[in-house]
């Protein structure tokens, strides 16, 4: 087990022993705001599902209302009006062969790649890079479309792309310690009716089991279902 640093432990001590609402898990949160940076705030999800089981996938977009307080790096495969339509919304690199081929070269400075269906061909065999990554594209995330210039505004506006790990666990940034209370609830509570929308229909019993708020270099606080 590794060990926390003295600061990690005496935050750890200021948090709750037991879940507590929203409001109270982000008022204590708030007090480990004491690094030199502004930290990210993550929400950490544990799901009644069976992660082995394909029908039992969550994966998803949403835009959060307040954003994630940075902006995203984008890419988009498109060719013709789709690629001027991604660029005049905002997406940073947009190409065909020569985008794939500095992907095969180790070039992955982004944070969202989103492809026109008829760039498929070309994305698919960049799977084996992408996918371990999280920046495959993908039509059940939004992120194969027809409609790439709309695409590319909500992920600049603040959208995020989740999907559950092999522990059944789903894993989100939802903004940083600098944004108000209120936009930290209203973004949380914006994830979890969407993440609520997407149960699947073969999941018995408790669909959301635990909810954690955490920030970057600092414990996590137990929220109440």
Same mark, same amino acid.
């Given at each position: 087990?590794?060990?926390?640093?003295?600061?990690?432990?005496?935050?750890?001590?200021?948090?709750? &022993?037991?879940?507590?609402?929203?409001?109270?898990?982000?008022?204590?949160?708030?007090?480990?705001?004491?690094?030199?940076?502004?930290?990210?705030?993550?929400?950490?999800?544990?799901?009644?599902?069976?992660?082995?089981?394909?029908?039992?996938?969550?994966?998803?977009?949403?835009?959060? &209302?307040?954003?994630?307080?940075?902006?995203?790096?984008?890419? %988009?495969?498109?060719?013709?009006?789709?690629?001027?339509?991604?660029?005049?919304?905002?997406?940073?690199?947009?190409?065909?062969?020569?985008?794939?081929?500095?992907?095969?070269?180790?070039?992955?400075?982004?944070?969202?790649?989103?492809?026109?269906?008829?760039?498929?061909?070309?994305?698919?065999?960049?799977?084996?890079?992408?996918?371990?990554?999280?920046?495959? &594209?993908?039509?059940?995330?939004?992120?194969?479309? &027809?409609?790439?210039?709309?695409?590319?505004?909500?992920?600049?506006?603040?959208?995020?792309?989740?999907?559950?790990?092999?522990?059944?666990?789903?894993?989100?940034?939802?903004?940083?310690?600098?944004?108000?209370?209120?936009?930290?609830?209203?973004?949380?509570?914006?994830?979890?009716?969407?993440?609520?929308?997407?149960?699947?229909?073969? %999941?018995?019993?408790?669909?959301?089991?635990?909810?954690?708020?955490?920030?970057?270099?600092?414990?996590?606080?137990?929220?109440?279902?």
């Amino acid at each position: 087990m590794p060990k926390h640093s003295r600061r990690y432990r005496q935050l750890a001590a200021l948090a709750p &022993p037991k879940p507590v609402d929203l409001a109270t898990a982000l008022q204590t949160l708030k007090q480990f705001n004491n690094t030199r940076f502004d930290q990210s705030v993550e929400l950490h999800v544990r799901l009644g599902i069976d992660p082995k089981q394909a029908d039992q996938t969550v994966r998803g977009s949403v835009v959060l &209302p307040h954003g994630i307080g940075r902006t995203q790096r984008v890419v %988009v495969f498109a060719k013709g009006d789709l690629a001027d339509a991604a660029r005049q919304a905002g997406a940073d690199v947009v190409g065909q062969e020569d985008l794939a081929n500095r992907i095969k070269e180790g070039w992955l400075e982004f944070d969202v790649c989103i492809a026109a269906p008829d760039m498929m061909g070309l994305v698919g065999p960049l799977g084996r890079i992408l996918g371990p990554r999280g920046l495959m &594209p993908s039509p059940r995330a939004g992120t194969v479309t &027809p409609d790439v210039g709309r695409v590319v505004r909500e992920y600049k506006a603040g959208k995020v792309e989740f999907k559950n790990d092999s522990g059944g666990n789903v894993h989100v940034v939802v903004g940083k310690l600098s944004f108000s209370e209120q936009q930290l609830q209203e973004n949380i509570q914006t994830f979890l009716e969407y993440l609520n929308g997407l149960r699947p229909a073969a %999941v018995r019993g408790a669909y959301i089991r635990s909810v954690h708020v955490a920030a970057t270099m600092s414990p996590s606080v137990a929220v109440a279902l």
